[in-house]
């Protein structure tokens, strides 16, 4: 969440979360997550596997048969992804994954109910509401992902641009040789009227999400 001014507070510091200071003295507060590395590591043990037909064949099974956390430490160091959320799952008494694509589904299920999450804990501690989510980077190009962050978050997203890091980089060297907008707001209309963004609204049964979230 974008803030004036940090949250220093010991539920904050408990629940792992950090201020980061950003452009024109706004305070960017957020906790890390494991990201689309699960489903990276995953892929290396499928070798000849498309990853356009495994979200494709995913996207069409059902939600929240497995779910992970995937926070868990266990799933830090690379190797084999698929074995471990196997384990995991196994070693609590749940059913586990088929085959790549349903293992591809808990991935993304689980990543989705992990924004559910931080996003819930961030306004709790902030007192700020969010009233969208917006995925950037290499995320930004999962539209099943973008689409089941949506259903479990309650929250429309906008995905993109894909390439932020470096378009922040380049408008802030612009806007000091005085070649882009003088202000964050104009930065970001820049943005929104140059580069292709997609938008998801939540569907399906929010229910299922909350009682998802309490099985982790």
Do not use: K
């Amino acid at each position: 969440m974008e803030l004036d001014a940090p949250v220093l507070t010991a539920a904050g510091r408990t629940a792992n979360f950090t201020n980061e200071a950003g452009v024109d003295e706004t305070i960017r507060y957020l906790r890390n997550l494991t990201g689309l590395w699960l489903l990276q590591q995953s892929l290396r043990c499928w070798p000849g596997s498309s990853l356009d037909e495994l979200l494709a064949e995913a996207a069409r099974l059902p939600p929240l048969r497995f779910v992970i956390d995937p926070d868990d430490p266990v799933f830090v160091p690379p190797g084999d992804m698929p074995g471990r959320i196997a384990t995991w799952l196994g070693a609590r008494g749940e059913a586990v994954p088929g085959g790549p694509a349903e293992t591809v589904r808990c991935i993304l299920d689980s990543m989705a109910l992990g924004h559910r999450r931080a996003i819930a804990e961030a306004q709790a501690l902030s007192g700020r509401h969010a009233d969208v989510v917006h995925i950037v980077g290499g995320g930004a190009r999962n539209a099943l992902l973008c689409q089941l962050t949506a259903d479990a978050t309650g929250l429309p997203v906008i995905a993109g641009p894909a390439e932020a890091t470096a378009m922040g980089n380049v408008l802030v060297q612009a806007r000091a040789l005085g070649a882009a907008p003088a202000d964050l707001a104009g930065m970001r209309a820049l943005i929104r009227s140059t580069q292709p963004l997609r938008s998801f609204s939540p569907v399906g049964d929010g229910a299922a999400w909350a009682g998802a979230a309490a099985r982790l």
